[in-house]
């Protein structure tokens, strides 16, 4: 199984903070949008099973049902998708209204990410988003009442600061099944602390991320796992087969050639190792030697051996023999992991 992305770049305003691919609009997605975007679905010529299907932005929440419909249908029709595929919408609140939840519902969107960031009104002009506290909070109600499954997108770090433990009250009080927090800058330790901390109910089972049990985002666990995916749209990225390729970015470019890449990196045997680790070790669940050595035919510690000791000498790791997990240190100072791991004094130098 594979986990499918697929970028709708259209925003009605361009956040400030935002580097992904985007393109301001005042209508509805384009319909050559939707057409080039099915095409390079079904061109798609990599795996077919598939266990989640991610619209990112951009501002997904812009497609009208009758677009989503299409490439849904696109996606179904190249995808044999598992019995309960994940299927998740990023959604603006501003975008938010019963019928529209209703319509995504009808269609098999079964998670949606609200981008909420705040529920101050100031920390929201900051961040020069379109909704206010209030309809965040309208929002949240609607998708709550609609969806079992659903996740809250939070920034930390933004003025003013004092605000963040309000914010954090408040999605807790709304008990959403999942949370996204991520920083604007990072000041290791107190702001995940209180959100530990706050979202009672919920696991931090990622760097940035909470939920309540089995409710982990399935589609991203493909990536901290460094699982296959395919992306489709523009900017999108792939890994399949070893290969990590992106789509055209500029979206002039990629509505000429839909699926044509700008980047396509295949990755050495050593290189998908330390990544593997390296993403796993974002995990609170870490990576089982059992799973590494299965997987790669090789001894986890025969490859990383000297930096895990370190590791876990400074606190950052824990090691039952079985399993290997970032201490809640760890968590916060996940940066010195992943450091220590690609060190040029691992034993991949050595090797031919």
């Not at 330790?189 to 990622?206: C, I, M, Q, S, V």
Request: net charge negative.
């Amino acid at each position: 199984m594979i986990g499918v992305y697929i970028h709708i770049p259209y925003c009605r305003t361009v956040c400030p903070y935002c580097d992904f691919v985007k393109r301001p609009t005042k209508g509805a997605v384009p319909t050559e949008f939707i057409r080039a975007l099915c095409g390079e679905i079904a061109a798609h010529a990599g795996p077919a099973r598939a266990d989640s299907v991610f619209f990112g932005g951009g501002t997904p929440s812009l497609i009208a049902p009758r677009d989503l419909d299409t490439v849904l249908g696109a996606v179904r029709s190249r995808f044999t998708l598992s019995q309960n595929a994940e299927i998740t919408l990023e959604a603006n609140p501003d975008d938010i209204t019963a019928d529209l939840v209703r319509a995504w519902t009808d269609l098999g969107v079964n998670r949606v990410s609200l981008g909420v960031q705040s529920f101050n009104g100031e920390a929201l002009r900051y961040l020069g988003r379109r909704h206010d506290a209030d309809a965040a909070r309208r929002a949240c109600a609607i998708v709550a009442a609609r969806f079992e499954n659903w996740n809250i997108d939070l920034m930390f770090g933004v003025p003013p600061y004092d605000a963040w433990r309000a914010t954090l009250e408040e999605t807790a009080r709304m008990a959403p099944a999942h949370v996204s927090a991520y920083g604007l800058t990072y000041e290791a330790g107190t702001p995940f602390a209180a959100a530990t901390e706050l979202l009672t109910g919920l696991d931090r089972y990622e760097v940035s991320n909470y939920a309540r049990p089995h409710r982990e985002c399935v589609h991203n666990l493909h990536y901290w796992r460094n699982e296959e995916y395919a992306g489709f749209g523009p900017g999108a990225y792939s890994f399949l087969g070893g290969v990590r390729a992106r789509n055209h970015a500029r979206l002039e470019d990629y509505l000429e050639s839909p699926g044509g890449k700008t980047e396509s990196l295949a990755l050495s045997f050593e290189e998908v190792r330390i990544e593997t680790v390296i993403q796993h070790l974002r995990l609170r669940d870490g990576i089982a030697r059992n799973d590494y050595s299965g997987r790669f035919r090789r001894n986890v510690d025969d490859d990383f051996g000297a930096p895990l000791r370190a590791l876990r000498e400074r606190g950052l790791l824990l090691d039952d023999g079985e399993t290997i997990q970032p201490t809640p240190q760890g968590f916060e100072l996940n940066n010195e992991i992943g450091l220590a791991l690609v060190t040029p004094h691992n034993s991949f130098q050595h090797e031919i």
